[in-house]
């Protein structure tokens, strides 16, 4: 069995500022991590997602995230917030069996100009 | 282009109606699921497939059944809707397992019951 737990419902930065949105991921099994972006009224896309190819994981729209085992966590980080950025943000993991992702309860994200 | 479409994107119902929403693909995927979100909930697994005929039961399963006749829909009854089913649907699929195979999204469909 799988879960993921997203840290704080809403996240607020500036303009510019860094964006970081946490999530932790519970996995019996070697998990397959993802995170997903959400805009108003649209269905989810894909930002990126953890291989085990490589610990850093490069996205979209300069996103990217880091795999640590040892914190069973998949950060998002964006070093520099765009208005556009604003979304909701889902983090999810696979199991790697037909019954497709578990997603964490998600994360909107403000942008403040 | 994820290739899904569902149908209808908005419909308001009453309770004790039957509903079907449809999701249809065109790359030819072989596992599809149906997730409702609601607020503070994220996305739930409702029902998916893993093949034609071929389903199975998610987190949320009570009052919805599914169909897979062929390869490229994926129906989602409500028996007989009620209050507590108004939400936001979303199908997705993916063409297998392994951790290459993303999983794409449909735009969602908008239920109210009323």
């Known amino acids: 069995a799988q879960s993921v737990t997203q840290l704080g419902s809403h996240v607020s930065v500036s303009e510019g500022a860094l964006v970081l949105l946490r999530c932790n991921y519970s996995?019996?099994?070697?998990?397959?991590l993802f995170w997903y972006v959400q805009y108003p009224n649209q269905g989810l896309q894909l930002l990126l997602k953890y291989t085990s190819a490589a610990t850093l994981v490069k996205g979209i729209n300069g996103f990217e995230a880091e795999f640590k085992k040892s914190e069973t966590s998949f950060h998002l980080t964006k070093p520099s917030a765009h208005m556009s950025d604003a979304a909701e943000y889902f983090c999810a993991v696979r199991g790697g069996g037909a019954d497709g992702l578990t997603f964490g309860k998600g994360t909107h994200l403000i942008i403040q100009p | 282009d994820a290739g899904i479409t569902q149908s209808p994107r908005h419909k308001v119902t009453e309770t004790g109606t039957p509903v079907t929403l449809r999701c249809h693909q065109t790359?030819?995927?072989?596992?599809m699921y149906w997730y409702r979100q609601d607020p503070g909930h994220g996305l739930r697994l409702i029902h998916y497939?893993?093949?034609?005929?071929?389903?199975d039961k998610g987190e949320v399963s009570d009052g919805y059944s599914v169909s897979r006749s062929k390869t490229e829909d994926f129906l989602l009854t409500l028996e007989s809707a009620t209050s507590s089913q108004t939400s936001v649907y979303f199908c997705?699929?993916?063409?297998?397992?392994?951790?290459?195979?993303?999983?794409?999204f449909g735009e969602g469909s908008w239920l109210t019951v009323v």
């Open positions: 497939s893993y093949g034609v005929k071929d389903t």
């Open positions: 997705a699929a993916t063409t297998g397992q392994g951790t290459g195979n993303t999983i794409y």
């Open positions: 790359e030819n995927h072989r596992y």
């Open positions: 996995s019996s099994v070697p998990p397959y």
